[in-house]
C-alpha cells in the first residue's frame, strides 16, 4: 500500500523568503539555479460560483483575463522571461498566452502534469451540494491519507505531489540561470509549497493570478523566494474570497529554514 504521508523529498531543502514588497521581484536569478515564477490561473465563473473544477475545462471569465494582463504587465517590467510553461487546461492555458504575448515569448509550452488534481466525482459540484450528492467522494477529501484517492476517477495527494513537483524540477533543470513562469493551479501550487516547506503548514489559500517565485539548483534544493503577492491586482477586479481565494490581499511569508483547491 501506499505511504499514507507525502515524504520529506529532500533533507537538505531549504527556504528563504523577504519581507520588503520589492525582494525577490525581478532580480537576476543566481547562476547556478532557476527562478520559477509559479502563477495561479485567472478566474473564472466557477470560482465565483464556488463550482469544483478540477480537470473540467472551464475558460477565464472577463475579470480572469483584467488578472492575467495585470500579472503579465508586471512581469514584462521585471527580468526577461526565457520560457512559459502551462498546464493545458484553458484557464490557465489563456493565462499563459496572455503573460507570453506581454513579455515577448513566442510560445507556450503545455505540460499536463501542471493540470489541477483530478476530483473525481466532485467535479462539477458546489461544495455542499457535493457533501450530499457525492458523499463518499467528499468524505476521501477529508482523509487525513494522502494515499486516498478520490472515487470517480480522482488522484490522491501523493499523486498529485509526484506529478507536479517532478514536472517543475524537470523545468528547472532545463533552465538553470534563467526566470521562467509556469501557469498551473491552486491545488498544484500547494503541492509545490509542500516539495519547498515540508515542515510548514500553507495558512493562507491561494489566489487567482498570485504570483509565487521558487529558486530551484541542480542539488534539488527548492528557495521560496515570494509566496502569494497579488499586488499587481490592486487596480483590478478580483476576489477576496472565491473558491481557492482568500480574505486577505498579500502574503509575503517568513517560512523557517527546514531540513530534510479545487481550481
Excluded at 75 to 99: G, Q
Excluded at 110 to 130: I, M, N, T, W
Aim: proline share 3%; glycine share 8%.
Amino acid at each position: 500500500m501506499a505511504d499514507s504521508t507525502i515524504p520529506n523529498p529532500d533533507p537538505w531543502v531549504s527556504c528563504e523568503s523577504h519581507w520588503d514588497t520589492g525582494a525577490g521581484m525581478g532580480s537576476a536569478p543566481c547562476t547556478d539555479c532557476a527562478e520559477i515564477v509559479v502563477v495561479r490561473h485567472g478566474e473564472t465563473d466557477w470560482n465565483v460560483e464556488g463550482r469544483i473544477q478540477g480537470h473540467v475545462d472551464v475558460e477565464l471569465n472577463e475579470v480572469g483575463r483584467q488578472q492575467a494582463a495585470a500579472v503579465a504587465d508586471r512581469l514584462s517590467k521585471e527580468t526577461a522571461i526565457s520560457a512559459v510553461y502551462s498546464s493545458d487546461l484553458k484557464r490557465a492555458l489563456e493565462t499563459a498566452h496572455i503573460i507570453a504575448n506581454k513579455c515577448g515569448v513566442s510560445e507556450v509550452i503545455q505540460d499536463a502534469k501542471l493540470r489541477e488534481r483530478h476530483l473525481g466525482y466532485l467535479q462539477g459540484f458546489v461544495l455542499h451540494e457535493a457533501a450530499n450528492h457525492k458523499p463518499n467522494a467528499y468524505q476521501a477529501t477529508l482523509s487525513a491519507r494522502t494515499d486516498e484517492e478520490i472515487p470517480g476517477g480522482g488522484e490522491s495527494l501523493n499523486q498529485l505531489f509526484h506529478r507536479c513537483t517532478s514536472s517543475l524540477q524537470s523545468i528547472g533543470m532545463k533552465h538553470i540561470g534563467e526566470r521562467v513562469v509556469v501557469v498551473t493551479h491552486g491545488g498544484v501550487v500547494r503541492a509545490l509549497y509542500k516539495r519547498a516547506a515540508p515542515t510548514k503548514r500553507l495558512r493562507k489559500k491561494i489566489l487567482n493570478a498570485s504570483v509565487n517565485i521558487l529558486h530551484l539548483s541542480s542539488k534539488e534544493d527548492w528557495i521560496i523566494k515570494t509566496w502569494g503577492d497579488v499586488n499587481h491586482l490592486n487596480n483590478t477586479a478580483f476576489l477576496k474570497t472565491d473558491f481557492g481565494g482568500d480574505n486577505t490581499s498579500s502574503a509575503q511569508i517568513n517560512p523557517e529554514c527546514s531540513s530534510g483547491s479545487s481550481g
